[in-house]
Every structure is written in structure tokens, then in C-alpha cells.
């Protein structure tokens, strides 16, 4: 038995009724530039990533007779987002000891309010720290700390520096 067939009275090769092969190669070719242009050429392919940015602003007139502490830092996202972790840690001793202790770590325990920024320190409605108690250290001048951000599956982290006293 022949793998060739008839329509309409001519004979159609093997790869399809309506198309040969050189129309099938070039359709394949296309679909194959498709693909690796979409993996290597856009984001689809990525995981999403959280972008942060951070600032420090001066305290207001109220708060200005305790010079001691640092101006509070603030962190912000492109858009508003639940989150479900928070941590800072001294990048020195993250760099050495992937398991340092926190300094300050939050977590949600069941459903967090979106937000797109928030204070060092400051407790998140929905969000509670990681150990039962605890609150979040004092950040020391000319130390380079990390924040690493969860929000369900995206994730983010970002280094910053307190500025000097």
C-alpha cells in the first residue's frame, strides 16, 4: 500500500493534502524564529520581579528634638501589591551566612492590604512578625543592609545604605 493519495484526479505527496513540502519547511522556520525570538527577546518567559526603590526623608518639625535617631526610610513599588514576607538583613553578614538573623522580618498570616510603600519598622495590617514579639532593630549609620520583598509568587530584593547621622 501506497502512502500517496488522489484528490481530485492528482496525485498528493505524503506530507498534506494541501501543502508541499518546501510550504511546510517554511512554515516550520517561521514558527521556530516565533519561538526564539519570544524566549530571548521578550519577558514572557521571565519571572516577575518586584522593582523597589528606597528614600530617606528628614523628620518633620515635631520630630526634630530627637536629633539621635536617622530619618526614616521609606520603600516603595511601581504598583501596589499584598505582601506576604519582609526582610532586612546586614548585607555583610548575608554575603558570608545565608541564614543571618533578620533585623527586622514580617510575614502575612492570612491575608495582607495591598500597599506601594512602606516604613522601615512599621507594622503592615495583615502582616506580623516572623517570631512572635520581636521588633525590628535599629539600622546603623554607613551599614549596607538587603531587603528581600514576597508577594505570592514575586519576588524582589534591593540594597541600601543609612546615610550618616
Request: aromatic residues 10%; contains cysteine.
Amino acid at each position: 500500500m501506497r502512502l500517496d493519495s488522489y484528490v481530485d484526479g492528482t496525485r498528493v505527496g505524503r506530507v498534506t493534502k494541501y501543502m508541499n513540502k518546501k510550504q511546510c519547511l517554511l512554515v516550520l522556520l517561521m514558527v521556530g524564529l516565533a519561538a526564539v525570538y519570544a524566549v530571548f527577546f521578550t519577558d514572557w518567559f521571565q519571572p516577575r520581579t518586584l522593582r523597589i526603590h528606597h528614600t530617606s526623608r528628614p523628620r518633620g518639625f515635631a520630630m526634630r528634638a530627637r536629633r539621635d535617631l536617622p530619618p526614616p526610610t521609606v520603600f516603595g513599588f511601581d504598583e501596589s501589591c499584598r505582601l506576604t514576607e519582609i526582610k532586612v538583613v546586614p548585607l555583610a553578614g548575608f554575603q558570608t551566612n545565608q541564614n543571618v538573623l533578620p533585623l527586622w522580618h514580617l510575614i502575612s498570616d492570612s491575608n495582607s492590604v495591598p500597599v506601594e510603600a512602606f516604613t522601615y519598622g512599621q507594622m503592615i495590617r495583615g502582616m506580623k512578625p516572623a517570631i512572635k514579639g520581636t521588633h525590628p532593630a535599629s539600622l546603623e549609620p554607613n551599614t549596607t543592609y538587603r531587603l528581600f520583598v514576597v508577594a505570592g509568587n514575586v519576588k524582589g530584593e534591593h540594597d541600601f545604605e543609612m546615610g550618616h547621622k
